[in-house]
Every structure is written in structure tokens, then in C-alpha cells.
Nanobody, 127 residues
Framework: VQLQASGGGLVQAGGSLSLSCAAS????????MGWFRQAPGKDREFVAA????????YYKDSVKGRFTISGDSARATVYLQMDNLRPEDTAVYYC?????????????????????WGQGTLVTVSS
């Protein structure tokens, strides 16, 4: 399964960007999809996730109210709408999918629980 992410770019603080991610293989069950990010010199961190069975969404505290994750489970596509962007949101954003096991919702922020990853798309927020 390959995940193709797109939509990154350069935006001024306070601006918006929308990311999208589509899976190449839709016949494999996908339980959840998520977005992570990695800033230079920092570890990869959880941003948001969506659980297809319930439609529940989960967010990193610092993006709540600014970012919105959505998607289409039938198309294995996930989106991340990012509003009111801040310079500290600058990072490479990665999408990921969980396919082998549904897993507990509490594990959604854990990168190791995801099976497939996109190539990353750079988001740069200038001050």
C-alpha cells in the first residue's frame, strides 16, 4: 500500500492550508488514518487521527480548534484542514494508515501502531 500526500506549501502565520492523502490500495481494510509531523531536529509527533468505524477524531492539544481531520473510508482518503497556522506548525507532515489491527483509540497517537506511511509534505509557516 502506498500513501500519497499532497498540499503542503508556504503560508504566512494566520493562513490556511489543506493536506490530502490517498491510499493506492483500497481493497485492504483500513481501520484508522492519521497525520503526524516532524520538525527539524525533533521527533515525529502525532497531529490528528480518524477512526473509520465510529468517525471519531482525535487531535494533539495544540492543534485543537485550528485543524480538522476528515476523510472518505471507501476511498481510503484522509484530509487535514489547517487554519490559523502558526510558525511552530512548520514541519514535514506525514499521513499514515492502520490496516492490520484496529487497535485501541488510546494508541492512535503512537507512530509504531501504523502500518503504512506517506512520503511527507512540507508545510512552512512564516511569521
Amino acid at each position: 500500500v502506498q500513501l500519497q500526500a499532497s498540499g503542503g506549501g508556504l503560508v504566512q502565520a494566520g493562513g490556511s492550508l489543506s493536506l490530502s492523502c490517498a491510499a493506492s490500495e483500497r481493497r485492504i481494510a483500513t481501520y484508522s488514518m492519521g497525520w503526524f509531523r516532524q520538525a527539524p531536529g525533533k521527533d515525529r509527533e502525532f497531529v490528528a487521527a480518524i477512526k473509520w468505524s465510529t468517525g471519531s477524531t482525535y487531535y494533539k492539544d495544540s492543534v485543537k480548534g485550528r485543524f480538522t481531520i476528515s476523510g472518505d473510508s471507501a476511498r481510503a482518503t484522509v484530509y487535514l484542514q489547517m487554519d490559523n497556522l502558526r510558525p511552530e506548525d512548520t514541519a514535514v507532515y506525514y499521513c499514515a494508515s492502520r490496516n492490520r489491527l484496529a487497535g485501541a483509540s488510546s494508541t492512535l497517537p503512537t507512530p509504531e501502531t501504523y502500518d503504512y506511511w506517506g512520503q511527507g509534505t512540507l508545510v512552512t509557516v512564516s511569521s
